[in-house]
């Protein structure tokens, strides 16, 4: 008996050890941990921002020295001819006019590949990411955030608004389709969508338009709502899922960051450049970089994150 029970223990002690230690890791509790905090660390960023820059007179003394830097025309600008400013130019979307028909196609777009697709939750999570930053946007500038004079600026510097909605449109519909894109092309797609922020954003800040601290509310905004879209979404649904399910289809290239990174800060220091002041240029190029680095952190860095931890506990 002792010689035919031999064989046979060993063959369940192991099978009985390989499976106790993955039964607590299969529900994966680092997409627990991801769930709430980000939502909650980008908001207290974005009210951070406002407080720091808004409600305080060297606050607002240091974006305001800004604009007495270099001249007041545009044309310093390297950007203007794309920004639709120049008489019978085309504007890069979402500059001036395009602002309106580049946020209906970006909508659009996000409607057809939640049909294609039939990603429905994330669906409605996208189009949720794009309305609450882009309307969220007016009614905080309108109403809730109001930008008071405290150290007797120009009315003209009276009339922006915090946060920056050109600076809103992609920041929003970069998150948004990175929601509802296949989980294989979804670095490539946001590559492209922060390479598309930080041309906007140093565009946004370098014309003249809004003040860094605009700039940088609007992306904070947008990853706000997208950390609060990814948290209501079910775990199998929300993107950091899609790498545990397939690893091998959602592995981005280790240079891709590094890569896509790199070139943001090239775009943001063309697109913010002026020929008339270098810190104004420098400033501008700076805050660009930054809405670039947190959108790609809040779409790619957190769920790539996640697909690195969580294979260990797929058999």
Same mark, same amino acid.
């Given at each position: 008996m002792t010689q035919h029970d031999s064989p046979i223990l060993p063959a369940h002690r192991p099978g009985a050890s390989r499976q106790a230690p993955e039964a607590p890791d299969d529900p994966s509790p680092s997409r627990t941990a991801r769930s709430w905090m980000p939502a909650l660390l980008y908001t207290l960023g974005f009210l951070t921002v406002y407080l720091l820059a808004i409600c305080t007179p060297w606050? &607002?003394?240091?974006e305001n020295a800004l604009f007495d830097l270099g001249t007041d025309d545009s044309e310093d600008a390297w950007i203007y001819p794309l920004s639709g400013a120049a008489y019978g130019?085309?504007?890069l979307p979402p500059m001036e006019l395009s602002a309106k028909p580049t946020l209906m196609v970006g909508l659009?777009?996000?409607v057809v590949l939640t049909l294609v697709r039939r990603c429905w939750r994330q669906g409605c999570a996208a189009l949720g990411v794009v309305i609450l930053t882009t309307g969220g946007k007016e009614v905080l500038k309108s109403t809730i955030l109001p930008r008071p004079?405290?150290?007797?600026?120009r009315e003209n510097l009276l009339d &922006?608004?915090?946060p920056s909605g050109h600076t809103a449109i992609p920041a929003a519909l970069t998150l948004a389709a990175v929601l509802?894109?296949?989980p294989r092309i979804r670095p490539y797609v946001a590559t492209a969508g922060v390479l598309w922020l930080a041309c906007i954003a140093a565009y946004s800040a370098t014309m003249g338009g809004h003040r860094p601290s605009e700039v940088l509310g609007a992306t904070l905004l947008a990853c706000a709502c997208y950390g609060l879209a990814t948290w209501l979404l079910p775990p199998a649904a929300a993107p950091a899922a899609a790498p545990a399910a397939a690893p091998g289809a959602t592995r981005s290239p280790r240079a891709l960051p590094v890569l896509t990174l790199t070139l943001a800060l090239a775009v943001a220091l063309v697109s913010g450049a002026r020929n008339d002041t270098l810190t104004?240029?420098?400033a501008s190029a700076a805050t660009a970089f930054i809405c670039a680095a947190l959108v790609w952190y809040a779409a790619v860095g957190r769920p790539a994150h996640t697909a690195h931890r969580t294979p260990g506990s797929v058999p």
């Open positions: 606050g &607002q003394r240091a130019s085309t504007p659009a777009v996000i004079d405290l150290v007797g600026v &922006q608004g915090f509802v894109v296949s104004r240029s420098l």
